[in-house]
């Protein structure tokens, strides 16, 4: 009888597909990541203890330097435009979040025009950006 | 017999060395999933009241009334009594204690710095003030 001489294998577990599965979940990782292309305008933004995070899918920014020069989507817009720009945008979304990346030298009027201009387009929650020094194109 | 020799002769092929590939695989995995959680946003939420109607219209009694003014060159004054940045939470706590009911109304001169109406901002929210309305103050 042979029964004696059988000897175990170790068990192993094979990592040869090790490989391939990074692969698959860095091409799905690549294709799904989105990186914003939106340059918008030099700010410097107020500092807040109480800040917190928001959701970045939702977010729509409106970029307010210290010039008082408004931006959407990096074009330069005015206040009464953002009624049409941003009504059209909940159309599209609307759970839309509107984040101020505002210069905090900026006069409160400009923020304030804005917003009641939200308002008419019924973009009423908002979000106002802190803590985080953006850089984009100068004008 | 030196050009029999010189024939026979094979070149090796050239091989690329592939077994560091899936450690590649791994770095650019890692940054990808990375990247998206870095640029989280952060800052300051708020709902805005909308269109005003008559229906969301609100009307409160001026004694649940607490009004944070900001003059056109950024001096703060909390019920018409000037107040330091750093002691305006506590202010605003000691109110929410004295009454519950308390609204707390940002009124900010077209004038004052974006920055300053969100440093007053930030203190509402560390209070834990719920109710809170932006107003901007005519010229």
């Not at chain 1, 931006?71 to 817009?77: A, E, L, Q, R």
């Not at chain 1, 609307?94 to 990346?101: C, E, L, N, Q, Y």
């Not at chain 1, 025009?113 to 387009?121: F, G, H, N, R």
């Not at chain 2, 649940?64 to 060159?73: F, G, L």
């Given at each position: 009888?042979?029964f004696?001489?059988?000897?175990r ?12 599965i990074a692969?698959l979940?860095?091409i799905?990782f690549?294709?799904t990541v989105?990186f914003?292309?939106?340059?918008g305008?030099?700010?410097t ?13 939702m977010i ?6 210290s010039a008082?020069?408004i ?7 005015t ?11 909940m159309?599209?979304n ?8 505002t210069?905090k030298?900026t006069p409160?009027?400009v923020?304030s ?9 019924n973009?009423i929650?908002?979000?106002?950006n802190?803590d985080?020094?953006?850089t984009?194109q100068e004008? | ?5 010189k024939?026979k002769k ?8 592939m077994a ?7 770095l650019?995995?890692?940054?990808f999933?990375v990247?998206?959680?870095?640029a ?8 805005l ?14 004694s ?10 950024n ?5 018409k009594?000037?107040m ?9 706590r ?6 519950s ?20 901002l930030d ?8 109710k ?8």
């Open positions: 009888m042979d004696g001489r059988s000897s294998k170790d068990p192993y577990i094979p990592t040869s597909s090790m490989g391939d692969f979940l860095l799905f690549i294709v989105v914003t292309d939106e340059s305008l030099v700010v933004l107020p500092r807040a203890d109480a800040g917190e995070e928001g959701l970045r899918d729509s920014n409106v970029f307010i330097n008082g020069m931006s959407i989507d990096d074009v330069i817009v206040a009464p435009d953002v009624v049409s720009i941003m009504a059209q945008k159309q599209e609307p759970f839309m979040i509107v984040a101020f990346k210069d030298h409160y009027g923020v025009d804005v917003m009641e201009s939200l308002k008419e387009a973009a929650k908002v979000f106002f802190t985080m020094e953006i984009g004008f | 017999m030196g050009v029999l020799d024939r094979k070149r090796d092929p050239g091989e690329i060395p560091s590939t899936s450690d590649v695989a791994f650019l995995l890692i940054f999933i990247m998206p959680m870095k989280d946003e952060i800052g300051l939420s708020l709902v009241p909308g269109k005003e109607t008559k229906e969301n219209t609100v009307k409160v009694k001026q649940n009334v607490a009004t944070i003014k900001i003059s056109y060159n001096v703060i004054t909390f019920d009594q000037p330091p940045l750093a002691q305006l939470e506590q202010a605003i000691d109110r929410l204690l004295a009454n009911k308390t609204v707390i109304i940002l009124e900010t001169h077209p004038d004052a710095d974006y920055g300053m109406m969100v440093a007053c203190e509402i929210k560390l209070s834990d003030a719920r809170v309305s932006l107003k901007t103050t005519k010229i």
